[in-house]
């Protein structure tokens, strides 16, 4: 069973181009499931055999979201090794995935959103950091995994584009705001300074350490500040990304563009921010409709 892991997270990582986040997570539900098996061999899962492991899991209270993630990766996994010849028949066919519950992204309002942004004193080097992280966030709408993996020479301050790797390691170049390259340039600036002579880091955000800020790292940042400030509670990185796209929809943008921007591989993915936008739109209707 280790040896049929390690070849399908192998074919994850070089042939599919699957994220380190991917990757990690589907070796942890496949030891899971293998823990579950015990010493039971692989040819001998069947459909009966799924159905206890389900039942395993469901008595674990997870959410529907966690339980069909992992019957994703178990049914990625069997796909595999049947294509490989590996085993002769697939079980997880006949299983099917719990309803998931719809859940609307966070997001704070433009004051709210102005409010967090400004939160940050910027005279000490993790301040202004503090700045160019939320601004370079909100600016952008990339993922915080996308953020920490930023170098220096993501950025190109003449065109104002950011270089970003998403999911399934596809690049692609995101529009940056003056406001965020103002605040990234003077984070850098200080940065440097205060580094004098020493060999200067290719990361662009770094930790107290000096080495590359992680996602925990930044999640840690956002929870500071709102503790701080006292925002809605549920605010995380991730809703930097949220704000981003209700924001730009209820300006008026159209859905292809937020969907370019946010590197959506489905449209379907964006359209959950139309929801968002309702209010929104009953205004403009209620104001312009002259039966409203």
């Known amino acids: ?84 010849g590996l085993i002769k028949n697939n079980p997880v066919l006949m299983l099917s995935s719990p309803k998931q519950d719809k859940m609307l992204p966070h997001f704070l309002t433009e004051e709210e959103m102005a409010k967090l942004i400004e939160a940050p004193v910027t005279d000490t080097l993790l301040g202004l950091r503090d700045c160019a992280i939320f601004e370079a966030l909100y600016s952008t709408g990339m993922r915080v995994s996308e953020l920490v993996s930023l170098n220096i020479n993501s950025i190109d301050s003449i065109s104002s584009t950011v270089k970003v790797l998403g999911k399934g390691k596809k690049e692609r170049l995101l529009p940056i705001g003056e406001r ?34 992680s996602d925990r790292g930044v999640r840690k940042i956002v929870h500071k500040y709102i503790l701080k400030f006292s925002l809605k509670s549920g605010v995380s990185p991730h809703t930097f990304r949220h704000s981003f796209a209700t924001h730009l929809l209820n300006r008026g943008a159209d859905l292809r563009s937020v969907q370019e921007l946010l590197g959506h591989a489905n449209l379907s993915t964006t359209q959950i921010y139309t929801h968002l936008t309702t209010d929104k739109l009953k205004a403009v209707y209620n104001k312009a409709h002259p039966r409203a």
């Open 1 to 84: 069973m280790d040896r049929l892991i390690e070849k399908f997270l192998r074919y994850l990582e070089i042939e599919r181009n699957a994220s380190s986040h991917t990757v990690l997570n589907y070796k942890i539900d496949l030891v899971e499931f293998k823990k579950f098996l015990q010493d039971k061999p692989i040819e001998g899962v069947d459909y009966l055999s799924l159905r206890k492991y389900l039942a395993h899991i469901k008595e674990r209270n997870l959410g529907n979201r966690t339980i069909s993630r992992k019957l994703s990766c178990l049914r990625s996994f069997y796909k595999f090794l049947f294509r490989e």
């Open 180 to 213: 965020a390259l103002e605040a990234v340039n003077k984070y850098l600036s200080e940065r440097n300074l205060q580094r004098n002579k020493k060999k200067e880091a290719a990361a662009l955000f770094l930790n107290k350490n000096n080495s590359r800020l």
